[in-house]
């Protein structure tokens, strides 16, 4: 009987798309894929390193896997895996830690599945890490949007961030991968494409005297008979003034941005390291309002950074708050092992951390009941998904708004022009349906 394996992911949507491409090399192997929490011979974790308890995390997903079936045989991958190997390693019942330049070679690490005494490692350091492992996945079942990697690791060095230790310098996939991934996603049957990396604006193949950047990829993807491609998260410092006017004269590339901005205030921004400063991002945010139909823009924003005074701090939730921007995601500092900030003066208490985090999420609903609001009565172009057994349906507008209706009103997977009813605070927004004739391209 052919052997079973489950797979679970912790962190990003390149974490998703990566474990999707894994779980696509066991079945391509006769492996039967089940979902997480059935009993399997063989359970894949793919960590994150973000996350301030990943340890935690990742010893309770573990054990509790264990408790269902003891036999099963333990893989650990992602990006704690390759900063904190040995701790995983210790955690019993684990069969294998594999770093960051391994994960997609699991097969030339293990034979057998057959559970041993000890665990093994197998990890190379983050400047060995050159490979670049293609990867894209369906964020549901539905299979509407998938999210295509474009991009891996980061050169830059923000001062709080454990990334490029976890996965290596920046690198792309080549030209004609991504156009070939992008058309194997639209044959599969997929609405619309989400571009994925860690520094995903960085986009750059060299092959001989071709220099290809993340413009050019984008021109090419418009070529292709796509219903919609949502760029998403951007570095603000790569937003050019190319890439804001092709977004804004298609028809295919969505009115959504996600931009991290980290502080607003200039002082913090300096002891990130970040490449711009408050009066850069502001009138970035303004350029796209002004130049991009009802455009939707997501903020991350990190409060407690050392140093962070509460003048800083009111710095920045003045400034969002003067912001037209449509939601915040909102992540509390937490000190990593090995990055700069570590070891910087004026560490601010944890509670005032969670204090200004429950501010600014605040804030972030007011800032998304807004948005909504402005568009209420609206009609706007819908990608609906799957149906619930509640018998609802829901999907987002190209800039971002969740919508719900009447699943017996749509079918999944189809683009529908629907019009916005009445929000109520941050909840998807009911709608109207306003033709029943999906968009083609
Ligand atoms: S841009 Fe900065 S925060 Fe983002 S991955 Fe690179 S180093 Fe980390």
């Not at 359970?43 to 990742?58: H, I």
């Not at 021109?219 to 491609?229: A, F, M, P, T």
């Not at 570590?342 to 985090?357: A, D």
């Not at 987002?396 to 009103?409: A, D, G, L, P, Q």
């Amino acid at each position: 009987m052919n052997k079973s394996v489950s797979l679970h992911t912790l962190g990003c949507k390149l974490n998703y798309s990566e474990t999707s491409t894994i779980s696509n090399q066991f079945r391509s192997r006769g492996f039967e894929v089940k979902d997480y929490g059935e009993v399997t011979d063989i359970f894949v974790l793919n960590t994150c390193s973000v996350t301030s308890n990943a340890d935690r995390e990742c010893r309770q997903i573990i054990r509790s896997v264990l408790r269902n079936n003891p036999e099963t045989y333990i893989i650990v991958i992602g990006c704690y895996a390759q900063l904190q190997p040995e701790e995983i390693a210790q955690i019993e019942g684990v069969d294998i830690v594999l770093g960051a330049a391994e994960k997609f070679h699991l097969f030339e690490y293990v034979e057998s599945f057959e559970k041993r005494d000890l665990s093994c490692i197998f990890r190379d350091s983050h400047e060995k890490i050159k490979n670049f492992d293609a990867a894209y996945s369906a964020d549901s079942d539905s299979r509407t949007r998938a999210f295509l990697k474009i991009q891996d690791g980061c050169d830059y060095k923000c001062t709080f961030c454990t990334i490029p230790l976890a996965r290596g310098g920046s690198r792309s996939l080549a030209f004609d991968g991504v156009i070939e991934n992008a058309k194997k996603i639209i044959d599969a049957g997929y609405n619309e494409i989400i571009l994925t990396g860690v520094n995903t604006g960085d986009y750059k193949y060299v092959s001989g005297k071709n220099i290809n950047k993340f413009i050019d990829v984008l021109y090419e993807l418009e070529k292709l008979n796509i219903q919609r491609i949502r760029i998403s998260s951007i570095e603000p410092n790569l937003l050019n003034n190319e890439i804001i006017d092709l977004v804004a004269s298609s028809e295919k590339f969505c009115n959504h941005f996600h931009i991290p901005l980290q502080s607003g205030d200039n002082n913090i921004l300096k002891l990130m390291k970040r490449r711009y400063n408050r009066e850069f991002y502001e009138s970035l945010i303004y350029r796209l309002n002004e130049k991009i139909y009802e455009v939707g823009i997501g903020v991350d924003v990190i409060t407690g950074f050392p140093g962070e005074t509460e003048e800083n701090f009111i710095n920045t939730l003045e400034f969002l708050e003067s912001l037209p921007i449509s939601y915040l995601h909102v992540f509390t500092y937490s000190e990593r092992k090995n990055t700069e900030a570590v070891s910087f003066s004026g560490r601010v208490n944890i509670n005032i951390r969670r204090e200004r985090t429950r501010r600014l999420r605040e804030l972030s609903d007011e800032k998304t009941g807004k948005f909504y609001n402005k568009y209420r009565g609206t009609e706007q172009k819908v990608l609906f998904e799957s149906a619930t057994a509640e018998g609802t349906i829901s999907g987002y507008t190209t800039n971002y708004i969740r919508v719900v209706c009447n699943s017996s009103e749509v079918q999944e997977n189809t683009i529908i022009k629907v019009q916005l009813s009445d929000p109520i605070g941050t909840q998807p927004v009911p709608c109207r349906v306003k033709s029943f004739e999906p968009f083609l391209v």
